[in-house]
């Protein structure tokens, strides 16, 4: 049996975009894609199930490996090759197999532009128009720097399709066109997801709480859906305050800012959380959630039942 390639990356549109493109490169591979705090348990499980052994060239994209993948590589000399763009990755450049930048061309870019930029010097099919500009697209979503609409309305695409058949849409459509388009249906789907997430935002905007949090003014609201978007809208839409705090109480807290005299990571740090400047989260656990049934209902008092989770 031929071996053949692996690619382990993550899983929004700058982790499954290079999924994409060896798709169009015509490589034989399988992938992975994985949230970052699940790299070192899917690459352990790699190495307890023998399969590593299976590839002859391993990728991995968008997600920061800890100094403990290295050192396997490194011992057992495997063809690995790594392009990334997070600054808490930037220690590896020390191997000549990783292609870790924050910065290209002096803007930010984004895993599947350095990946882009190394498969088409192997692979020239690589090289047409509308490939380079979807590579464009997912750096502006991934860095958020927008010149258009059209990132986010490819990110809500993936939303809708998932990523299987999204991977499976766009790898066909940039292969048949020599520009990125959108289908017709596609384009009056996103108008209506653009209206949908407008309500949205409006509505959540009129329940945000106002509070002076460690001698800052900040917005607070609860959110589940659309929480980049939401931040987004409230930071701007809100220059009094200094950042927003949205509360996804079945997940996470997220902080976020879009005023240059602020610094959001910091205030994480203080919650045990972090991240960048503008962008940062803490983490919103069981304890705090309990906290909250037992403070609005006086008499509650945690009990073990076993639950039937098949349906
Ligand atoms: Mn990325």
């Not at 493109?21 to 790699?46: H, M, P, Q, R």
């Not at 979807?134 to 991934?142: A, F, G, I, P």
């Not at 986010?152 to 292969?175: H, M, Q, S, V, W």
């Not at 509360?247 to 959380?273: K, L, Q, T």
Request: contains cysteine.
């Amino acid at each position: 049996m031929a071996k053949k390639t692996l690619l382990i990356t993550h899983t929004d549109l700058d982790g499954i975009s290079p999924v994409i493109l060896l798709n169009l490169a015509g490589v034989k591979f399988d992938y992975k894609s994985v949230e970052i705090s699940d790299l070192l348990d899917t690459w352990n499980k790699l190495i307890e199930e023998d399969e590593l052994k299976k590839y002859e060239l391993i990728y991995i994209c968008d997600l920061t490996a800890p100094q403990e993948i290295y050192d396997y590589i490194n011992e057992h000399k495997l063809n690995v090759k790594v392009f990334d763009h997070h600054e808490t990755h930037l220690y590896a450049n020390v191997y000549d197999y990783v292609d870790v930048k924050v910065d290209y061309r002096n803007r930010q870019t984004c895993a599947t532009e350095l990946f882009y930029i190394y498969l088409k010097s192997i692979y020239n099919d690589l090289d047409k128009e509308s490939i380079k500009e979807y590579v464009d697209y997912v750096r502006e979503l991934d860095t958020y720097k927008f010149t258009s609409e059209v990132p986010k309305e490819i990110d809500a695409l993936k939303g809708t399709y998932g990523n299987k058949e999204f991977i499976k849409t766009i790898t066909r459509r940039l292969k048949k066109n020599d520009t990125f388009k959108f289908t017709s249906f596609e384009k009056r789907f996103t108008k209506v997801k653009k209206q949908e997430l407008q309500r949205y935002l409006e509505k959540k905007e009129k329940h945000m709480f106002t509070y002076n949090i460690d001698k800052h003014n900040v917005g607070v609201c609860f959110a589940e859906l659309n929480k980049s978007e939401l931040g987004n809208y409230l930071a701007l839409k809100h220059p009094e305050l200094e950042f927003i705090i949205l509360i996804d109480a079945s997940s996470r807290i997220s902080y976020r800012a879009s005023r240059d005299d602020v610094n959001v990571a910091e205030f994480a740090s203080i919650y045990g959380g972090g991240g960048h400047k503008l962008a940062s989260g803490s983490s919103f656990t069981d304890d705090d959630r309990k906290k909250i049934i037992e403070s609005y209902y006086k008499d509650a008092k945690e009990i073990e039942i076993l639950v039937d989770t098949e349906d």
